[in-house]
């Protein structure tokens, strides 16, 4: 395999332009949630960044708390985007975000102008650059007047230290009014970044229809419901799987019988269309042009090969997808 070499990336990858602006997305997206911590090998991190970026990936993506520890991703990525990628920083989109919780004390969550402000500092610190290409409001702040969340992203995207605005995880309501304050303050919103998945269609009530209208780009995030809509757990729990692992975030209770016999049943129908469930379950994401990108997780270079390959085929017959709405829909783990 050849990492980082002058190699035909791009021609590997499909682009999808982001909503009403001049960004293209690549079709696949990485994120550093998981695998990118100070509890990760850090060889490995870096192989997968490198076959991402040979395959046309061109878009990671961070929060400031990311790990664990909190942090720990940004300073990983950060990093390795100094050393292997140093050369290659204007090919490269990079998105951080802010909301969750950080720091002690009442200007360390949430969506104040203190917060966010401080908190891209410190991620700009963390990762060892001058801006990142998206900032992202990673969720609504019901205390704070949207005005001043929307204006701090209108701000920083002023000072320099973010390109593009972004929010994640707001209501189709919540989504329209941000979209019409950045509208009138000068910074349209770039992308809104929700959870969209087989088993999590809460996107179709409502949101998906506000970003086509308004456009702005829709980057769908845990798109494989954190390794369930994949083989990891088809016929146990693995060791190293993110069920297992203390600090992951999927619940074994997620898997119930119910939804184990769904699993099975959906990764029938991958295997008659020639895909494993994972690719499947991107491509089902694909289909619907009104997703720009598919942001993926993965935990070694193997899951990432097997997910590029979904490219390969993101059409559905009308059977399909009938049947896989008939699988999946009693079992949602979100409906919205
Ligand atoms: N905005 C937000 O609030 C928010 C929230 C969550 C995530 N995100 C973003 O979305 C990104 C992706 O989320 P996610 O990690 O939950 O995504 P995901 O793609 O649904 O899940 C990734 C996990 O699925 C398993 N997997 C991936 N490819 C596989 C394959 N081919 N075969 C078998 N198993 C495979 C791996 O689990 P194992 O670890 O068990 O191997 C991997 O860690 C995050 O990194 C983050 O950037 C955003």
Redesign the pocket.
Known sequence: MIYLANSNRYEKMIYRRCGNSGIQLPAL????????GSVDKPENMKEMLKLAFDNGITHF???NN?GPEPGSAEENFGNILTGDFKSYRDEVLIST?AG?YMWAGPYGDWGSKKHLTASLNQSLRRMKVDYVDIF?S??RDPNTPLEETMGTLDSLVRQGKALYAGI??YSPDDTQKAANILRNLGTPCLIH???Y?IFDRAPENGLLNVLETEKIGCIA????????????YLNTI?D??????PH???QKESLTAERLQAIRQLNDIAQKRGQ????M??AWLLRDKRITSV??????P??????LQSLKNIDFTEDELSAIDRISIPVLMYRG
């Open positions: 997206s990485l994120g550093l949630w998981h695998n990118f993506d961070l929060a990311y975000k969750y992202y990673h969720r994640s995880n970044q929700p959870r998945n995030f845990s798109p494989l419901a954190q390794g369930l809509l994949t083989n990891r693995p190293d799987s993110r069920i297992a692992k992951g975030f999927l494993t469930l994972a690719q379950s991107i942001l993926i997780g993965a935990s070694s193997r899951q990432l090969e097997d997910n």
